[in-house]
């Protein structure tokens, strides 16, 4: 095979992104349409009403939208607390020991649980727990779905910032040292200031995993059509109600949903690409 | 100092806790299967809810087992790989090879928004593509939507080892006289092959486990099946399913067990592999 050949062969494998992302929009666009045309676009954003009563249709992605949100922000509080003593003791208080290793092994294994078995922790153990306690009535609603959906990105969120916690270089913690700071000094004066970038990057990159997080959401949230006016009560998200009626949707419905999945698709783009451009940034500097 | 100590006290105490869920969710989904897992579990399909009610009223345990879903899992995710792993690997190619060409960055900048992308919008774009013009479900459907989650994950481990590799393994080759294409296969590929297999393996897990975007493409099956072109089902979608119908809710721990024990054994072994090979 000669380089010419080669080459371009490279290069028609390499067309395959365009072609499936292109296809991705194409599809989502060409489908979404009816809807938006329908209600009109920044009306479909912000109404609340879900009905298909025949005759008197109206969809709106409010309720949804409000929904990831508030999943996904609640996701995000539960996660620091753990992912953040995970990074220091893998990437700075035992960096490079055995026991390090086998917390990340840990998280890596938390990671690769499919979110349906997730969903299912989180209905047999989890909801009768705050249905126990008091929390909640019926014990599904945003509050369990984002504490599991915590669980889910922890992994995420723990091993990209140890990444950036272990780049900080000693020179510059063994001056702190020298000038008799304290280990915790050390990390909030020193470590932190340095890999803060990227691992509030890394923070960024987790709310993307969790905005379209579909199965472990849909089995906890509730599925309820209206916009959740506490963090104890049930509602849906935007992969959730996807989940949950695409499958029995037709014509109107149909073309909202996939409005809502087109609107998703650019949200979580989006906060990925904010990401990602953040971690290049953290990784030059 | 006593500061000092506080902090490192709760850095380990909540990292500790992290491990948690990790044995809560294996705990539970061993001592609500195991005893699940018996040969005929593996060898028969799902039972209908009828007779699953039946044998409920009778006290006797249900019949019948996930070999629909072992079966559709497989072929789909058989038929996924075989696409995804030459072009992932061909695509990770050309971007090592062309680091600073435009189009390069275009393609690395996709396979990250492909890679970001909810499995669920891969499911509805795979039913637009696929479902609709072919009026019904199928494996095929199935599999494109597996194929399009695998191919961004495959082509970054391929890309990611090829450029760990040093230059000058690829220079020796091509100043022996090699043109880039041998060197690329007989030098760079396998001197990769270990980064490369474990992207795969780690891809498979991924995907293994996906059911969102299945539900809109293979839908299921109660019964083992072969054809590509018809529905079939998968052992994620076999949980949904029980999860879904009060009478096979019995089954919902086996699958999870043997579902979970698979991904969890996958990664492991991925991980292993991994470090031998960068030894």
Redesign the interface.
Known sequence: ???K???I???T??L???I??G??VY??VT?AYEAFEHFGFFKFLTSSEWSYTDGAEQYGALPFITGTLMTTLLALVFCI??????A???GE?FKGTRIAAI?S??????A??????????G???LRPLIMALNISPQGSGILTASLVLA?MI?PYA?SLSAEFIKMVPNDLKEGAYSLGA???EV?RKVVFPVAGSGVFSSYVLAI?RA?????TVT?LIGNTNNIPDSITSTGNSM?SI??NQ??EASDLRFSS??AI?LV??FI??FI??IG?MMIKRARIS | MAKDKAMLWMVCLFAALTAVPLFAILGEVLLRGYDQLTWSFFTEPTPTAFKAMKAIEAGEPIPGGIANGIIGTMIMLGMAAVFAVPTGIMCGAFLAENPKSRFAQVVSYLTDLLQGTPSVIIGIVTYIWIVVPMKGYSAIAGSVALFVMMLPLIIRSTEETLKILPASLKEAGLALGGNRARVMLKVQLPAAFGGIFTGVLLAISRVIGETAPLMFTALGCSFIRFAIDKPISAVPLLIWEFFNDPNLQELIWGASLFLLLFVLTLNLTAKYLAKKWNQ
């Open positions: 095979m000669n380089d050949i080669y080459k062969l490279l290069f494998a390499a395959i992104m365009p499936v992302c296809g991705v599809a989502l489908d607390p753990f992912s953040l003593p995970v220091l003791f893998v208080y917390l092994t840990v998280t890596d294994l938390l690769g649980i499919p979110s349906i078995i997730y969903g299912l922790w209905f047999y153990t669980i922890v723990a304290t280990r915790a990390i993307g905005l379209g997080e579909t199965m089995m992969a996807i989940a695409f499958g949903l996939i999945g998703l698709f979580t783009a990925n690409m990602k």
